[in-house]
């Protein structure tokens, strides 16, 4: 366990990574197995967005439909999940489209933990403390019930920690890379992506004293591909170029029920971070601010198109804890940690 404490991020054996990766992968098709044999994603009213998913691994690109939330172009979870489609036998009565998703959804899910557990390492030079934050986030409320359950925030989630990480070490000229991606992944990605470059710019530039010209270059290359993809996907599902901005209107769904149901939003909203913010708060500090500031402040332009959607409390706990659900489960565990050792040392 000692020789754990000092594996560098860039420079761990590959053994190492393949190891864990496949333990977390392991721990998750247990996890998701519900949607295997239990129920069918399509045919739950709360799950609709995966009729237009299940379509995309069943019949793959041909037949784009257009849908004006974009859910018909998110193609990155879909496209594995359409390889694993082709490749994998009938395994008994499992659904073969759900368990697709389900394969997916497991790497994706194993690498969000794999990064996270590394990351805990990096941040508090502690091997227990990334494994605890490993289970905090498989075991929460939103990778069980969403991230595995048959939806693409698990590679939303992925490509939002990736290009956290590849900012946070100065790998700029991955960005543009992550960036295309992560448009596919989920069109939101798109806003994530300018206001996280402008936080992150905006604090190297200050702490530097000096503007940084290679970030500055990479992140404005990676918000010119990022459109570049958003108006391509929405030329492939409606025909004709759709302005950003016409689009987040379109989604415009009456009075949001934050304001019409303050009290039921709360409540929904709790089933994620009831438990993990109290536990998070005094872990934080633990967290560079190089590395966390960018990623709230991506935050906030999520929640207001969220709002103007009119998602509900659960809606808010997914793109919430998407964006910093694994920077939380750190810091809930290095607070964990923390009590521990006070404990057993007093």
């Given at each position: 366990?000692?020789?754990?404490?000092?594996?560098?991020?860039?420079?761990?054996?590959?053994?190492?990574?393949?190891?864990?990766?496949?333990?977390?992968?392991?721990?998750?098709?247990?996890?998701?197995?519900?949607?295997?044999?239990?129920?069918?994603?399509?045919?739950l009213n709360q799950l609709s967005d995966t009729v237009l998913y299940f379509n995309i691994v069943e019949n793959g690109f041909s037949n784009i439909t257009a849908d004006e939330y974009g859910r018909s172009t998110r193609f990155f979870t879909t496209g594995l999940a359409r390889l694993v489609y082709l490749v994998a036998p009938t395994i008994g009565t499992w659904d073969k489209t759900s368990f697709s998703m389900l394969v997916a959804n497991s790497c994706f899910v194993s690498a969000i933990a794999c990064l996270t557990y590394f990351m805990a390492i990096k941040f508090s030079l502690n091997a227990q403390t990334g494994l605890i934050a490993c289970f905090l986030l498989l075991l929460?409320?939103?990778?069980?019930?969403?991230?595995?359950?048959?939806?693409?925030?698990?590679?939303?989630?992925?490509?939002?920690?990736?290009f956290s990480i590849l900012s946070y070490y100065g790998r700029y000229f991955l960005l543009p890379m992550i960036a295309f991606l992560g448009v596919l992944s989920k069109e939101v990605f798109l806003p994530f992506l300018i206001t996280y470059s402008f936080c992150f710019i905006l604090f190297v530039c200050y702490e530097e004293k000096k503007l940084v010209w290679p970030a500055i270059i990479s992140f404005v290359s990676s918000c010119v591909i990022g459109i570049a993809c958003f108006l391509y996907l929405k030329f492939l599902a409606f025909g004709s170029v759709i302005n950003p901005m016409e689009h987040a209107e379109n989604l415009r769904k009456g009075i949001p029920p934050v304001f019409s149901d303050p009290f039921g939003t709360l409540f929904r909203f709790s089933y994620v971070f009831i438990w993990l913010f109290p536990l998070a708060l005094p872990g934080l500090k633990n967290i560079p601010r190089k590395f966390i500031f960018p990623i709230i402040g991506s935050l906030v332009p999520l929640i207001i198109l969220g709002t103007i959607a009119s998602i509900s409390g659960n809606g808010y706990a997914r793109v919430t804890f998407t964006v910093i659900g694994p920077i939380l489960c750190i810091a809930a565990a290095a607070n964990i940690q923390q009590l521990i050792s006070k404990r057993f040392t007093n």
């Open positions: 366990m000692a020789s754990l404490m000092k594996i560098d991020f860039w420079q761990s054996n590959p053994i190492s990574y393949f190891a864990i990766f496949s333990l977390f992968f392991l721990m998750c098709l247990g996890l998701g197995y519900p949607t295997l044999n239990r129920f069918y994603p399509p045919d929460n409320f939103q990778t069980t019930n969403i991230f595995l359950a048959g939806l693409v925030e698990a590679g939303f989630c992925l490509m939002i920690l990736l």
